[in-house]
Antibody, heavy 121, light 107 residues
Framework: EVQLVESGGGLVKPGGSLRLSCAAS????????MNWVRQAPGKGLESVSS????????HYADSVKGRFTISRDNAKNSLYLQMDSLRVEDTAVYYC??????????????WGQGTLVTVSS | DIQMTQSPSTLSASLGDRVTITCRAS??????LAWYQQKPGKAPKLLIY???TLESGVPSRFSGSGSGTEFTLTISSLQPDDFATYYC?????????FGQGTKVEIK
């Protein structure tokens, strides 16, 4: 069974840092591109960052570029998001999502349950 | 970056109604479009990919169509489990983008 379990969320002051983790199991983690997607309270979905299978290609949303760093450890079946210089507007549920293997491009077919990040003084 | 625009933002419908949601891309994305369903407090669930391919296990009352810049999601006969928010997503780049969502409410 495919499982994605996020951890590391919590309450942090503006300007602070957090590191989110996503533990993957039940599939060949190293074969899949991975994404972080967030959802602010009462708002829609926003793609935050994506990483390909061997970390060769990484993309960030303009809203987090220069502040967030995505990484993965294929040996540990884990995805990470280092979030620095956090802002109030970064408050959201952060989801880890797996891209499928449905062709040259695939949507996210499995998602974690999400971890809440709250940035507040 | 490609922008995705959904309409309507909210849709009120009754059980058994046929419901259609539209999604427009700011530039052609061929058929690299997915539809997700999200219920409160839950992660999104993939319904359709490649514009019209139903994900395994998704009821056949859901269907998708379109290519290029115009896409639709249709629910042929609305069921109680379908009241949720629906998102389109283009995924043909390394910067996948979502529409703003359409909330389907009970009329």
């Amino acid at each position: 069974e495919v499982q994605l379990v996020e951890s590391g969320g919590g309450l942090v002051k503006p300007g602070g840092s957090l590191r989110l983790s996503c533990a993957a199991s039940g599939f060949a983690f190293s074969s899949h591109r991975m994404n972080w997607v967030r959802q602010a309270p009462g708002k829609g979905l926003e793609s935050v960052s994506s990483i390909d299978t061997f970390s060769s290609y990484i993309h960030y949303a303009d809203s987090v570029k220069g502040r967030f760093t995505i990484s993965r450890d294929n040996a540990k079946n884990s995805l990470y998001l280092q979030m620095d210089s956090l802002r109030v507007e970064d408050t959201a549920v952060y989801y880890c999502a797996r891209e499928g293997l449905l062709g040259p491009w695939s949507p996210s077919d499995y998602w974690g349950q999400g971890t809440l990040v709250t940035v507040s003084s | 970056d490609i922008q995705m625009t959904q309409s309507p933002s909210t849709l009120s419908a009754s059980l058994g109604d046929r419901v259609t949601i539209t999604c427009r891309a700011s530039q052609s994305i061929s058929s690299w479009l997915a539809w997700y369903q999200q219920k409160p407090g839950k992660a999104p669930k993939l319904l359709i990919y490649k514009a019209s391919t139903l994900e395994s296990g998704v009821p056949s009352r859901f269907s998708g169509s379109g290519s290029g810049t115009e896409f639709t999601l249709t629910i042929s006969s609305l069921q109680p489990d379908d009241f949720a928010t629906y998102y389109c997503q283009q995924y043909n780049t390394y910067s996948p983008a979502f529409g703003q969502g359409t909330k389907v409410e009970i009329k």
